[in-house]
């Protein structure tokens, strides 16, 4: 089974496996990067890695409009059900669920998490997806940690890591994260979106496949890729 990959740009991702179509931190409608709008994009999961404006996004209206099922931490769980989200599942670190498409599970990630209105966003995360035969790692918004290496005991055949500095891991750390994860295949994120986050994927995507094994694709918004 092909798996296809969109990047909306930032954080989100559309990933597609079979009919199933699960959407990643979609920050969509304040994004000035994004090529789609909120109302034209389809989800049957919708993944929210932790409370920030720009990874909670267009959750609750897409969510509402499809059917979709949000998941992400308790803390969040409770807070899309509060602002009338009718289908959630909550997951914590360290902890999995399988859905009939392949399995998920929550791994560490640093930084805050507080949701738009100031609530408790409970701990940020990323995701581990398992997708037949397939492993793919969405570090979400994090700094390094040494723990990478034992994701990457897993066997990622894709790597999803943020560049952009300032919030999350800068070029030079995502490099390290690439000697710890050993991934197959890498593709940077996180970066461009506002001036303070601007970078040079290709400049790091040079680095990375000089350094390491890992052949780095650089997408631009809206490009697919397959697995």
Not at 55 to 66: E, F, L, Q
């Amino acid at each position: 089974m092909t798996i296809k990959i969109s990047w909306y740009s930032h954080a989100c991702f559309l990933v597609e496996t079979g009919k199933t179509r699960l959407l990643v931190d979609p920050f969509i409608t304040d994004n000035p990067l994004c090529p789609v709008k909120a109302d034209e994009v389809e989800a049957d999961y919708i993944f929210v890695s932790h409370g920030h404006g720009d990874h909670v996004g267009d959750s609750v209206p897409i969510a509402k409009r499809t059917g979709a099922m949000v998941i992400s931490n308790y803390e969040i769980q409770n807070w899309m059900t509060a602002q009338g989200v009718e289908n959630t599942h909550p997951l914590h670190i360290g902890g999995g669920y399988d859905w009939p498409w392949g399995r998920v599970k929550l791994t560490i990630a640093h930084h805050g998490s507080a949701l738009p209105d100031g609530s408790y966003g409970g701990n940020p995360a990323g995701f581990l997806f398992y997708i037949e035969d397939k492993k793919i790692y969405h570090a979400c918004d994090t700094g390094l940690f040494y723990d990478m290496k034992l994701i990457g005991e897993e066997g990622i055949d894709l790597a999803i890591l943020p560049i952009g500095d300032n919030f999350t891991m800068g070029p030079d750390d995502a490099l390290r994260a690439v000697k710890l994860i050993e991934p197959a295949r890498v593709v940077p994120i996180h970066y461009d979106t506002f001036e303070v986050i601007r970078q040079d994927p290709e400049a790091w995507a040079i680095r990375v496949q000089q350094e390491t094994p890992a052949k780095v694709t650089v997408m631009k918004p809206g490009e697919t890729i397959e697995l």
